[in-house]
């Protein structure tokens, strides 16, 4: 819901008003988002079985042909025309980002991942041995280390002809490298190091589609900010908003009741969390 409210024109989980952290539950545009997706799945446009659907039925259902559009990260789309194409090798794919609603093109920006590791003293005991840790992350950037983690195995997952680099298409680069080595060790994208690669069309999409998406992000105020209320009930608070927000889509309850809802994620943390962000705000800008 998050995404949909920031493309009806509404804060990306938070927003700064006159000073105050407003919660975007408690906005108008949340609601007319919360409204758009009820329709949807009133008209059996979206899953029936959203709520509980598990990540690999959903995938599934989109690379067998069965589900028409699917929501993710842009890395993926590659992943998932290949998986269409061994269905049926006529099937193509497009790349949609940001889309222009009341307020123009907004699309939320996600909070990231990657780009930090921690290494905890309990398992990293001496200065010799984290020296030795980060001397294998420093290696990573190698090219032929970052040819490995970028493209896969040369001869498996890709050749290279002229300087650059052919994918094989029949390969699984994803799950053989990609899930299990890159995306959990790479701090920097390997690319920037690699031999360049030949972009597939959708590949190409992609890019655009990200460098729009960039132009267009609206953040999240709170990224940078701690609220000790939110880390200790964060899930717990989380849980009533999902909950209210699938009932109501759903057609369990009134809006009325959401309210209610969303009420009580006020009293039981949600308030407290704004003050908090709000406090650590002004300390984070205090001149």
């Keep these: ?8 024109g509404g804060p990306n989980n938070w927003e700064i008003k006159n000073g105050n952290f407003v919660k975007d539950v408690l906005t108008p545009q949340y609601v007319q988002a919360l409204n758009f997706v009820r329709k949807l799945y009133t008209e059996g446009l979206i899953n029936q079985d959203f709520a509980v659907i598990q990540r ?19 890395n993926t789309a590659l992943t998932y025309l290949q998986r269409l194409q061994q269905t049926n090798p006529k099937w193509q794919e497009g790349v949609v980002g940001v ?18 590791l921690l290494f905890p003293k309990s398992s990293v005991k001496t200065v010799q041995q984290l020296k030795q840790i980060l001397s294998f ?9 970052a040819n490995l ?22 390969a699984d680069y994803d799950d053989e490298v990609g899930f299990p080595y890159r995306w959990p060790l790479c701090v920097v994208d390997p690319t920037h190091f690699a031999t360049p690669a030949k ?21 999240d105020p709170t990224l940078t900010l701690v609220s000790p209320t939110y880390q200790t009930k964060g899930a717990q608070l989380n849980q009533i908003i999902t909950d209210a927000d699938t009932q109501y889509i759903m057609g369990k309850i009134t809006i009325g009741q959401w309210r209610q809802k969303i009420a009580q ?7 407290q969390i704004a003050k908090e962000y709000e406090q650590a705000w002004k300390a984070q800008h205090k001149k």
């Design 137 to 145: 992350f420093e290696k990573l950037c190698d090219k032929p280390m």
């Design 99 to 116: 889309l222009q609603g009341p307020k123009g093109y907004r699309i939320a920006s996600g909070p990231g991942y990657n780009g930090i």
């Design 265 to 271: 994620w006020e009293a039981q943390g949600g308030d």
């Design 199 to 219: 972009l597939t069309p959708i590949e190409q999409q992609t890019n655009q589609v990200v460098a729009l998406n960039n132009k267009y992000a609206v953040q």
């Design 56 to 74: 690999p039925d959903w995938e599934g259902n989109f690379t067998s042909g069965k589900a028409g559009a699917i929501t993710n990260t842009s």
């Design 149 to 170: 983690l970028a493209y896969g195995i040369q001869g498996k997952h890709y050749t290279i002809k002229n300087g650059v680099v052919i994918r094989n298409p029949n």
């Design 1 to 8: 819901m998050p995404y949909w409210c920031v493309e009806f």
